[in-house]
């Protein structure tokens, strides 16, 4: 295998890209639409997207959940002027950082394999999950 | 060798269009108009100042030394719910980026089907079940993204802001689902204030005018107690009204926003479907509830994240390697413009430049009816 530069610069281009939309059936609670996109059937498996994405809605219910748990640190930080938030983390930060986990996990193990790419929905205003489909170069060398 | 990007960690609050002023780094997030918030604070500093100064030696004196530290207790409260909901950022929902701008697009266009030359094509509109009420989800055609539910336009700010309620000049920013209860704690403390400084102000005119102690000291300028009454008469209608109004509105889980287009009003029997029908629920849903994210601040760069991703590739599969530097003649699909996508500076601007091909949503209305109510 001959590693000339051209080899070693990067080169594999993006295909396409799938946004996942919102689902909006529950209210304005973090959800995402579970349908699976047909741009995505020679890549990946359905029952596995699917998993991914009932996983994150999982996530993102139990971020926006209101328990005794998101009253108490409410009106804790209330009491405190807000001033708590400035040493302590909020229930949906923490949250946050679990999903920004799941998807990198997601991405490692079952995504980039197939090339695809899965971007973390904070980073798109919450409203869409992005889902790269990067060219399949194996197949045309 | 792989070429190294190197980019600086560049916010993206730095690159966020719409018309906010950020300092501190992109902590502090304002509109552009802040005159009545300065003219806010000089009345709330000047005010209390004058009452400390001129109220408090007197009445911990002959009162009470409790006084002066309850009020100034609750003076910090107010100024900290001020500072909160003017520097936080109310919601403000981040504008679509081109790819994802040009496949609602293609989405869009395949649900109207062919329109013939001529005719107008139909309203961008979604239609959404929540909780047994149709509601139309419009679109955005600045910020290029179908508003979520309760989402609003705010025409000064120039931003989709979720859960709007109104822009607030007298805080000099929006008021919407990150900054509500802070604002709803600000008029409430603040009425409590006023009030707070207007009976006192009294109980010391009282005192003056009808000394009870031989130790009291002689009458001297109540010039200051007046222009403190006064003020806080003024305020003390408008803000104790803005809070009872905002309490009905939470007690109801509705925006003014809402309220003013008469969206829940039961015309039709439409009904809120976002309220929970108790009004405890509702009152610990706004007041209480999850703390939400800054949609518009997060510092990781799109660059920095897509380039973590390029190292897992590398490492699955060498020849999936992804090319920074795509030339533009690549592909005419989404996938042309998604190779832009990587390096910072093409990330918003495309969407920015391009005029709105309707006005959105004024809600100039919505803040001049509020002026009226403050």
């Given amino acids: 295998m001959t590693h000339s530069l051209q080899d070693m610069r990067p080169q594999a281009a993006v ?15 973090c959800q995402f639409q579970t349908k699976f996109p047909s741009e995505l059937e020679t890549r990946i498996d359905k029952q596995q997207f699917e998993e991914t994405v009932r996983m994150l809605n999982n996530l993102y219910a139990e971020a926006e959940k209101l328990g005794s748990q998101s009253y108490i ?8 002027a807000y001033t708590v938030f400035l040493c302590m983390e909020t229930h949906y930060e923490k949250m946050l950082k679990k999903i920004a986990k799941y998807i990198q996990e997601q991405n490692d193990k079952i995504y980039a394999p197939r090339g695809l790419l899965l971007t973390d929905p904070i980073e798109r205003g919450l409203r869409v999950i992005e889902v790269t ?4 170069r194996s197949l045309t060398r | 060798m792989s070429a190294v990007m190197i980019t600086r960690k560049v916010r993206k609050w730095e690159k966020l269009p719409g018309k906010n002023t950020f300092c501190c780094d992109g902590r502090v997030m304002m509109a552009r108009q802040k005159g009545v918030f300065y003219l806010t604070l000089f009345l709330i500093i000047g005010t209390c100042s004058l009452f400390f100064a001129f109220e408090c030696p007197y009445l911990a004196v002959h009162l009470s030394p409790a006084i002066p530290v309850f009020a100034a207790l609750l003076f910090l409260f107010v100024m900290a719910m001020l500072l909160r909901t003017s520097f936080s950022d109310p919601g403000v929902l981040p504008r679509a980026l081109p790819e994802e701008a040009t496949f609602i697009e293609m989405e869009i266009e395949a649900a109207n089907g062919n329109v013939p030359a001529g005719q107008r094509p139909p309203p961008r509109i979604r239609n959404v079940q929540i909780n047994n009420q149709i509601v139309k989800l419009k679109y955005c055609y600045t910020c290029k993204i179908f508003r979520p539910p309760r989402a609003s336009h705010c025409s000064i700010c120039d931003n989709c802001v979720d859960r709007f309620d109104h822009h607030c000049p007298w805080v000099g920013n ?8 802070y604002f709803y704690l600000f008029t409430l403390s603040l009425s409590l204030l006023t009030i707070y400084i207007f009976t006192f102000d009294i109980v010391h005119v009282v005192m003056r005018e009808y000394p009870v102690s031989h130790l009291s000291s002689p009458k001297e300028q109540t010039g200051f107690t007046v222009l403190e009454v006064l003020v806080c008469f003024f305020t003390l209608w408008s803000v104790v009204g803005l809070t009872g109004f905002h309490t009905y509105l939470i007690s109801l889980n509705q925006t003014t926003n809402e309220d003013i287009k008469g969206s829940w ?8 479907p976002y309220s929970h029908k108790n009004i405890i ?3 610990c849903e706004v007041l209480c509830g999850p703390t939400y994210p800054s949609l518009s601040s997060v510092a ?3 660059s920095v994240s897509f380039q973590h991703a390029v190292l897992c590739l590398q490492k699955t599969t060498a020849p999936l390697i992804p090319n920074e530097h795509t030339p533009d003649d690549a592909k005419p699909s989404i996938a042309a413009s998604a190779e832009k996508s990587p390096s910072p500076k093409e990330e918003l601007p495309p969407a920015s430049k391009l005029p709105p091909l309707a006005s959105p949503e004024t809600d100039a209305e919505t803040s001049i009816a509020k002026d009226k109510t403050h």
């Avoid at chain 2, 929006?174 to 209860?181: A, D, L």
């Avoid at chain 2, 009003?265 to 809120?272: F, I, L, T, Y």
């Fill in chain 1, 15 to 29: 295909a396409a890209k799938v946004f996942i939309q919102r689902d909006y059936t529950n209210g304005t609670v």
């Fill in chain 2, 300 to 302: 990781l760069t799109a």
């Fill in chain 1, 133 to 136: 489909i990067f060219e399949d």
């Fill in chain 2, 174 to 181: 929006c008021v919407g689902k990150r900054n509500y209860r």
């Fill in chain 2, 281 to 283: 629920k509702n009152c």
């Fill in chain 1, 73 to 80: 640190e409410g009106c804790l930080a209330c009491l405190t």
């Fill in chain 2, 265 to 272: 009003s039961g015309k039709n029997r439409v009904q809120n």
